[in-house]
């Protein structure tokens, strides 16, 4: 399975922002999804995940009510909606492909990953 990422870019703080993330080699459909980042000089951090049904949301604290993330299976992509974006979301996000159906926050909980996109928010 191969993950692209796109959709990163340069927003000014307050602004929106979706990247998305399409699956290739195989589908994807049963597997849960995630996001995470990493933020220059940081550790890589769990944003956000989804079962592979499509349901059974999870988010980290920092993107809690800024951030949604939703699938389409027929188009094998998942994509995270970033809403009230603030200096402190500037990292690459990456997206992964679960182990299993439900979804997770921890590294371990995934198998695939993805490139990388870049978000970059100015103050």
């Known amino acids: 399975v191969q993950l692209q990422a796109s959709g990163g870019g340069l927003v000014q703080a307050g602004g929106s922002l979706r990247v998305s993330c399409r699956a290739s080699g195989r589908a994807v459909s049963n597997n849960a999804m995630g996001w995470f980042r990493q933020a220059p000089g940081k550790e890589r951090e769990f944003v956000a995940s989804i079962n592979w049904k499509g349901g059974g949301a999870l988010y980290g604290d920092s993107v809690k009510g800024r951030f949604t993330i939703s699938r389409d299976n027929a188009q094998n992509t998942v994509y995270l909606q970033m809403n009230s974006l603030g200096p402190e979301d500037t990292a690459v996000y990456y997206c992964?492909?679960?182990?299993?159906?439900?979804?997770?926050?921890?590294?371990?909980?995934?198998?695939?990953w993805g490139q990388g996109t870049l978000v970059t928010v100015s103050s």
């Open positions: 992964a492909g679960g182990l299993r159906s439900y979804s997770g926050k921890s590294f371990s909980d995934y198998r695939y």
